[in-house]
């Protein structure tokens, strides 16, 4: 009986100490690939790929950029030749290894909000609160994991089937029911 509390608890503890470590991981390895996009942009372009895949991992949308850029063609007056100019929408996450200066904020602010997500995350994972809902909600992480989409009905069954027999078992080992007597 106890030697099942002590592994579900180990196993409890060791997801949760992952999830830290891999947040944390994460959270570095994004402020120093913003650190690079802000002082060695080509070093950056080499490792822009991982900075994309970190940007979608925490959960943000591609955004649209109005970048303005000089056009081929001039305005030819008889003093002056005038620019022209034109403004388009790009993909912020395509352009990302972009030193444009319409984009740069734009990545910026990625960086920064990214920064807040694993950020928020380590932080939730530290708290207490987070892990009881953890426990309560096992089966689902687990069928999350494994491909099952948010309100699937097998997810349903299977989180209020662990719910059931979670607590049965709990008061079981209680001893303020006998499960054998109701088998």
């Known amino acids: 009986m106890m030697d099942f509390w002590i592994i579900f608890i180990a196993i409890i503890v060791f997801s949760l100490i992952f ?3 891999l947040n944390y991981s994460k959270l570095r390895k994004i ?5 690079l996009h802000l002082t060695d942009f080509n070093k950056f372009i080499e490792e822009s790929e991982i900075a994309l895949s970190l940007f979608k991992e925490a959960g943000l949308e591609d955004g649209k950029v109005m970048v303005t850029r000089e056009s081929d063609l001039v305005l030819r007056t008889p003093m002056i030749d005038i620019p022209q100019y034109h403004q388009h929408n790009v993909s912020v996450f395509n352009n990302v290894a972009c ?11 990625l960086f920064m909000k990214t920064k807040g997500v694993f950020r928020h995350r380590l ?3 530290l ?7 953890f426990v309560i909600n096992l089966p689902s992480h687990v069928l999350k994991y494994i491909g099952f989409g948010e309100g699937n009905i097998i997810m349903k069954l299977v989180q209020l089937t662990y719910w059931i027999f979670g607590m049965a078992k709990m008061l079981n080992d209680l001893e303020l029911i006998d499960i054998s007597s109701i088998i």
Do not use: S
Not at 31 to 35: E, F, R
Not at 99 to 109: F, K, L, Q, R, S
């Open 19 to 21: 999830q830290i470590l």
């Open 31 to 35: 402020k120093k690939l913003h650190k």
């Open 123 to 125: 932080r939730e994972v």
């Open 127 to 133: 708290n207490p609160l987070n892990w009881v809902l």
């Open 99 to 109: 030193n444009h200066e319409d984009i740069i904020p734009a990545v910026n602010g």
